[in-house]
């Protein structure tokens, strides 16, 4: 496909001095030609700090930046829909999470806040400024200790099926051996733990919709490398990452917290924490279960946007 379209490459894995991250290039689109603001990066970063998906920089270029945060078993694309709904004049990030992608497990931060200021760290070598933060699940919770890590680099927050960790030592012990445990069935075989995962009741109104949507969102999970992806389930388990509650006073920029009708754990998680922030507001979406990205990407797509208003 490259000889039919000369600007279209994926770097495939791009070594760094350090091995801390690297940069996935989707498509320097004919496009920039006719549209002087669209880009995509054609190489790494000096230090490789992050692999960043650039969807598109369009308009104004000091339209706060909007980056997008995946699921665990996600990747960039996961965010397609949405990113389909969003206005064309803002430019919008999707990082690769640790453990998803082309990424090398070996090269991988070993903490959960190793993986949250190796984000950061590629976010100010991109730039961007203040940013509206989204993420989804897994993604959520690495966008809200990003926001409490490092306040500066968040003008919003978009926090969509959010967990803010564990307090209790006890339950964190439990999940975080939970969770090894399926991180050594990922390894014993992805596609039979993909199979599970999709069959557990959290995501039981994904069943619903239409085989060709659902066949594309199981291919991103099947395409992950096993051992990467083992480790990320290890390091950013809810059971290891930093309990959030006590400080989400000290998040004072203006927050949105997102759940699906569906999935009464996270709506009871969202309302509960909500007044805990200086600036949150919880909006549920009926009919949606746990993934609003994959079940009402326009939906999610007008929350994000009304936003970053």
């Known amino acids: 496909a490259q000889r039919a379209d000369p600007m279209t490459r994926v770097l495939a894995e791009p070594k760094t001095a350090d ?3 690297r940069i996935e290039h989707e498509r320097e689109r004919a496009a920039q030609r006719a549209d002087p603001m669209t880009r995509v990066l054609a190489e790494p970063t000096a230090d490789g700090s992050a692999r960043i998906e650039h969807e598109r920089e369009r308009g104004d270029p000091l339209v706060t930046t909007t980056v997008l945060l995946h699921g665990f078993l996600g990747g960039p694309s996961s965010w397609d829909a949405v990113c389909a709904c969003l206005p064309s004049s803002e430019r919008v990030l999707r990082p690769s999470l640790m453990g998803h992608g082309r990424s090398d497990w070996r090269d991988a931060a070993s903490t959960f806040e190793g993986e949250v200021d190796r984000l950061a760290n590629a976010l100010e070598r991109e730039n961007t400024g203040a940013v509206h933060l989204v993420g989804y699940s897994m993604g959520a919770r690495v966008a809200l200790v990003l926001a409490m890590r490092h306040p500066t680099l968040v003008a919003r927050l ?6 803010p960790g564990l307090q209790d030592e006890d339950e964190r012990r439990v999940r975080a051996r939970l969770d090894d445990a399926l991180a050594r069935e990922i390894v014993g075989g ?21 085989a060709d949507v659902r066949a594309r969102h199981r291919a991103v999970r099947l395409s992950h490398d096993e051992a990467a992806l083992a480790h990320a389930l290890t390091v ?39 007044p805990l922030f200086p ?14 990205t994959l079940e009402r990407p326009r939906e999610l797509a007008a929350l994000i946007t009304e936003n970053a208003s």
Do not use: N, Y
């Not at 992805?190 to 239409?210: K, N």
């Not at 950013?236 to 569906?262: C, F, N, Q, S, Y």
């Not at 600036?279 to 609003?292: E, F, M, N, Q, S």
């Open 279 to 292: 600036d949150a507001r919880v909006r549920i979406l009926p009919d949606t279960g746990h993934d609003p």
């Open 190 to 210: 992805l596609p039979a733990f993909v199979a599970r995962w999709e069959s557990l009741p959290l995501f039981a109104s994904q069943r619903e919709l239409g």
């Open 158 to 163: 978009t926090l969509v099926s959010v967990l």
């Open 19 to 21: 091995g801390s991250a």
């Open 236 to 274: 950013l388990t809810p059971g290891r990452m930093p309990a959030a509650t006590p400080r989400l006073g000290e998040i004072a920029t203006k927050t949105l917290l997102v759940a699906g009708a569906l999935d009464a754990k996270f709506v009871a998680v969202a309302r509960s924490i909500a």
